[in-house]
C-alpha cells in the first residue's frame, strides 16, 4: 500500500491524525477481537495526506479557502450555499493519477479478498443448510 491508502488491519487507534477515528478504531477493532473470534470485515482507510494532496491538486484548497474567506458565517443560507458548491467541487475534481491509481490496486486487492470470503461464507452457509434442515416428512416429498 502507498501513503494515500492503509489496510485496516494496519491501523490502531494511534493513527487517528492519518486516517480519522472511525477508522483507527476500525483497525483497533479488528486487531484485538480477532483472536477471540469476532470477525470485523477488511477494508482499507484514505489518509489524511491523501486528501491534502487531492485538495492541493489543481488548486482545490485555494479555491475552497478564497469561498470561505468571503463567507458570512452568520448568514445560514449563505453557509449552506458554500457548503453544496465546495461538495460539488470535491465530487467533480480529478483525482490525482498516483492516488488514483493508489485506490484502483486497493479496490482490486479488497475485492479479491471479500470475494474469497463470501464464496467461502457461502459455501460454508450452504453445507449448514443441509446439516441443520429437518428431512421432509414422507407425505410432502416431491415424486
Do not use: C
Not at 479555491?63 to 467541487?89: F, H, M, P
Not at 450452504?126 to 416431491?142: D, I
Amino acid at each position: 500500500m502507498s501513503a494515500h491508502v492503509i489496510p485496516l488491519e494496519n491501523l490502531r487507534n494511534t493513527d487517528v491524525s492519518s486516517v480519522g477515528g472511525k477508522n483507527a478504531s476500525l483497525g483497533e477493532m479488528i486487531s484485538q477481537l480477532h483472536a477471540t473470534g469476532v470477525r470485523v470485515p477488511t477494508g482499507f482507510a484514505t489518509t489524511a495526506h491523501a486528501f491534502r494532496e487531492f485538495l492541493a491538486h489543481n488548486k482545490l484548497d485555494e479555491k475552497i479557502a478564497n469561498e470561505l474567506k468571503a463567507l458570512n458565517t452568520d448568514d445560514t443560507s449563505a453557509l449552506a450555499i458554500s457548503g453544496k458548491k465546495i461538495r460539488q467541487w470535491i465530487v467533480d475534481t480529478p483525482l490525482p493519477s498516483d492516488l488514483e491509481k493508489s485506490l484502483k490496486k486497493t479496490t482490486h486487492d479488497s475485492s479479491k479478498i471479500l470475494q474469497t470470503g463470501l464464496h467461502l461464507q457461502l459455501g460454508l452457509l450452504q453445507q449448514r443448510r443441509t446439516y441443520l434442515t429437518p428431512p421432509l416428512p414422507a407425505s410432502k416429498k416431491a415424486s
